[in-house]
């Protein structure tokens, strides 16, 4: 069964403006990821923080964590047309106690973004 | 193009009926996964393989499915006795790590429809 829950479902905004999309998972991760969806590209890698982490940017992105509120955003600024999409949050949880993990990720149901132009 | 490749992309059968899917990850990576992907819902976890050694099975992944990496290369995931609940989007994943996993590359996915 999948661990996050994805906030809002659904979000819709004007070319140019800001979208945020929240994720809040249960146990103890590695690492939390970000990927986009559409049907052109399928699934596509977009940003890893890790859990010894607080925030991350890459270009339009911004990705910040709360280990203490597990739960973690992802924030498009200026958005374009071309960022309509679904957007997946996965955590990356410790596979044994020692903190191994092998990649095994567990996806939220992700957030349909709209962007109008 | 991410460099995963899956064949077919396409694939409609008949209740009973077996399927088999193939997924060629990039080539020096080590880690290859299975997804499956039902509408309106994010990818979930079936299998994975660090090289050729299968290393971890969900519990979705009953008897009727067998997944399978030869020499740590291509992989294929096979469905026997075909359910109607199986139609979904199948999806592959692999990625270069060693030790903690990180961003995985996947294929554009096989979407099965059982009939």
Not at chain 2, 22 to 51: A, K, V
Not at chain 2, 58 to 84: M, N, V, W
């Amino acid at each position: 069964s999948q661990q996050g829950e994805e906030d809002p479902q659904a979000l819709s905004i004007q070319e140019g403006e800001n979208a945020t999309m929240n994720c809040s998972y249960k146990t103890s991760i590695n690492n939390l990821q970000w990927y986009r969806q559409n049907s052109g590209r399928g699934l596509v890698h977009l940003i890893l923080i890790r859990s010894n982490e607080r925030e991350k940017h890459s270009g339009r992105l911004r990705v910040t964590l709360d280990t203490s509120k597990k739960s973690s955003s992802l924030l498009i600024t200026a958005s374009r047309a071309a960022d309509t999409a679904s957007y997946f949050c996965a955590e990356e949880s410790p596979t044994n106690a020692g903190g191994t993990s092998y990649g095994k990720l567990t996806f939220g149901q992700g957030t349909i973004l709209t962007v109008h132009p | 193009d991410t460099g995963v490749s899956q064949d077919p992309r396409h694939k409609i059968t008949k209740r009973g009926q077996n399927v088999t899917f193939r997924c060629d990850p990039i080539s020096e990576h080590n880690r290859l996964y299975w997804y499956r992907q039902t509408l309106g819902q994010g990818p979930e976890f079936l299998t994975y393989f660090q090289n050729e050694a299968q290393l971890e099975k969900s519990r979705l992944l009953s008897d009727r499915f067998s997944a399978e990496r030869p020499k740590g290369s291509f992989s294929t995931l096979e469905i026997q006795r075909t359910e109607q609940g199986d139609s979904a989007m199948y999806l592959c994943a692999s990625s270069l790590v060693w030790g903690q996993g990180g961003e995985q590359y996947f294929g554009p996915g096989t979407r099965l429809t059982v009939t």
